[in-house]
């Protein structure tokens, strides 16, 4: 950590990580929308699956600002049903990047942070529960009035602590796997 | 997908990058918002009418034959639903039908935009090149991540642990591992690369760069652009 800039490099690193990052939310957005159940408990599945992805992106970026970028590309993204989504994704790169840094970068601090970014994907549920008929209109345009129905009936606002509190778990853990897997394979294969 | 994604340059009035983004976004927007068929089909029409232009006719008129099937199947069914199977048949056609000029301008952008005009639009509406470069990036890898994707697939069926919803459920982390492991030595290798292609390309060095195609607003650029904002302001006072 010598040079502290951020260089053309990571910058590249930054795309291709966001492309991971952004294509298995997307994926599997659509894939749980079908099922209300599922579709609430994202965040964690989220949560778990990303894990090796950010951890693999913070080894081989370790700088100031990487998670800000990631941030901000994941936010802009997720940003399509409301631009309060990104400030609220590029805060919690915010506070992930002052934990990274407070902690040197540890696979302590990579586990911890992740789990605070790992609440960036609850963003697109804060529609649900701060304009609710909007985001109710766009539904029954999608899924039709019996799928709008049973979704207002399991999400009582109270849910999005919940919400919340799963992206915790599902980051903790998550940043674990990454971890586990950053040393098992890529130390190994020279990769990290 | 490989075949489609292949760069074909070259349209008849010559849009601006900047003019396609606005676009995506105003699409992107309109199709969350816009309930209405007409505005719908409006929005069809002003990405039809984009790729037509920039020359991508065959995929053009596979995306019009889709709209026209889905729209059609929408009257004829979206009265009758009442089956769960209806119900969800008529879902897929609708959000398809909905996003459709979203994915179409998006592989517009894809396909008749060089990476390095992008870039030379960005720096011309001063954005930090923290943000021009991973953003091009990304705009490049999608395709390139969906190729390794289905040949992950492909190693994967190979030791008898296909991607299929059974082995999910029976082995969650055996598929999980196999998967992510690979795509992301992938991604990390992909990116080396690409990191020195754009250092021979001169992307690492300060100065300013300069780009060999003009990339200029102008007076098409500013017609599509009215346009694109036009409906998305019609749409937002519909409510």
């Known amino acids: ?192 | 997908m490989g075949k489609e994604l292949a760069f074909s340059c070259g349209s008849f009035l010559k849009i601006d990058p900047r003019t396609k983004m606005m676009v995506f976004i105003c699409c992107s927007f309109a199709a969350l918002k816009e309930t209405r068929w007409l505005f719908q089909g409006f929005l069809f029409a002003l990405a039809f009418l984009l790729l037509i232009n920039g020359k991508q006719y065959k995929y053009g008129m596979k995306m019009l034959c889709i709209y026209v099937l889905f729209l059609g199947l929408d009257i004829l069914v979206a009265g009758k639903a009442t089956g769960i199977l209806l119900i969800t048949v008529f879902a897929v056609c609708r959000i398809t039908r909905m996003f459709l000029p979203v994915y179409m301008v998006f592989m517009l952008m894809m396909k008749t935009t060089r990476v390095s005009e992008f870039i030379a639009a960005f720096d011309r509406m001063h954005f930090p090149d923290e943000i021009t470069i991973p953003f091009s990036v990304m705009f490049r890898f999608f395709p390139m991540m969906w190729e390794e994707w289905e040949n992950i697939q492909n190693a994967m069926k190979f030791r008898g642990l296909s991607f299929s919803v059974k082995n999910i459920f029976t082995r969650p982390m055996q598929v999980y591992e196999c998967a992510m492991v690979p795509l992301l030595a992938d991604a990390v290798m992909i990116a080396d690369e690409l990191s020195a292609a754009s250092l021979s390309r001169g992307l690492g060095a300060d100065t300013k760069r300069t780009c060999i195609t003009e990339v200029k607003i102008g007076f098409v650029d500013v017609v599509v652009m009215i346009i694109a904002i036009g409906l998305n302001i019609s749409s937002a006072f519909a409510f």
């Open chain 1, 1 to 192: 950590m010598k040079n502290n800039k951020l260089k053309t490099r990571d910058l590249i690193f930054a795309g291709v990580f966001a492309v991971l990052y952004v294509a298995v939310i997307v994926i599997l957005a659509s894939v749980t929308g079908m099922i209300p159940v599922v579709y609430v408990a994202l965040p964690f599945i989220a949560g778990v699956l990303l894990g090796p992805v950010y951890s693999l992106y913070i080894t081989k970026v370790p700088k100031m600002g990487a998670v800000i970028i990631l941030a901000i590309l994941a936010g802009a993204v997720m940003s399509a049903s409301s631009i309060v989504v990104l400030f609220y994704v590029l805060a919690l790169g915010i506070i992930a990047q002052i934990i990274l840094s407070l902690t040197g970068y540890s696979d302590k601090g990579i586990c911890l942070s992740y789990a605070v970014f790992a609440c960036s994907t609850v963003g697109p549920f804060l529609v649900l529960y701060f304009a609710r008929d909007v985001f109710m209109n766009a539904c029954v345009q999608y899924y039709g009035q019996a799928y709008v129905a049973k979704l207002d009936a399991i999400t009582p606002f109270w849910l999005l602590f919940v919400q919340i509190g799963i992206a915790v778990i599902g980051g903790l853990f998550g940043g674990r796997i990454g971890i586990t897997m950053n040393a098992k394979h890529f130390k190994k294969a020279g990769v990290a």
